[in-house]
């Protein structure tokens, strides 16, 4: 209880100091020129990896996603996504790149301790069981057998790429189902 007591009048002051300082900066800047913050975005994310048809086959076929460009050869080969301003790029250079058995540590499954680079896609909700079926079928790596749902809010599925790379395919149902235990619509469950 002396805790909260002491902390209370901390967080007050603190939260009126702050209130003090954004007041006297705004003042500052009224009398300052205004000047447009320069917008930035990023545009590539780029990963490297040691098979780009294996690549290729598992987020063109099985995920469905739209293709931009698709370069192969000895030493050098690379894929794009474009992905709504940012492009998925994976390289392959010639040199071999860690594969990764581990599942990475991403928010929303109780699961994955390695602290890598990880994504998610997010699948319309009308293709996902169609996509799990797909992933399932040609035997990808998979975290749980089935979609899980995860944070009372969508349905997740982590699998791993041909690079050991770990993916949460997601889907926000725009409706929380009646059952959270995954049942694909014409399942008969």
Not at 74 to 98: D, I, N, R, T, W
Request: aromatic share 14%; hydrophobic share 40%; with cysteine.
């Amino acid at each position: 209880m002396a805790k909260k007591l002491v902390l209370v009048p901390v967080l007050l002051l603190a939260l009126a100091s702050g209130c003090i300082r954004q007041v006297s900066n705004h003042k500052e800047s009224e009398m300052a020129e205004t000047k447009e913050k320069p917008k930035i975005n990023v545009r590539f994310i780029f990963s490297l990896c040691n098979d780009i048809v294996a690549m290729r086959h598992f987020y063109t076929d099985l995920l469905d996603m739209d293709e931009q460009a698709f370069f192969n050869e000895k030493q050098f080969g690379y894929l794009s996504y474009p992905c709504e301003g940012v492009h998925l790029m994976f390289f392959y250079s010639g040199q071999e790149a860690p594969v990764f058995k581990d599942w990475a540590w991403q928010p929303g499954y109780d699961g994955g301790s390695l602290h890598v680079t990880s994504w998610a896609i997010q699948i319309p909700e009308e293709d996902f069981a169609e996509t799990v079926k797909r992933l399932k079928d040609a035997g990808v790596k998979t975290f749980s057998d089935n979609p899980q749902w995860r944070q009372d809010s969508y349905w997740g599925f982590s699998v791993m790429d041909p690079q050991g790379n770990t993916i949460e395919v997601y889907t926000s149902p725009k409706e929380k189902p009646a059952s959270t235990t995954w049942a694909p619509a014409g399942s008969g469950k």
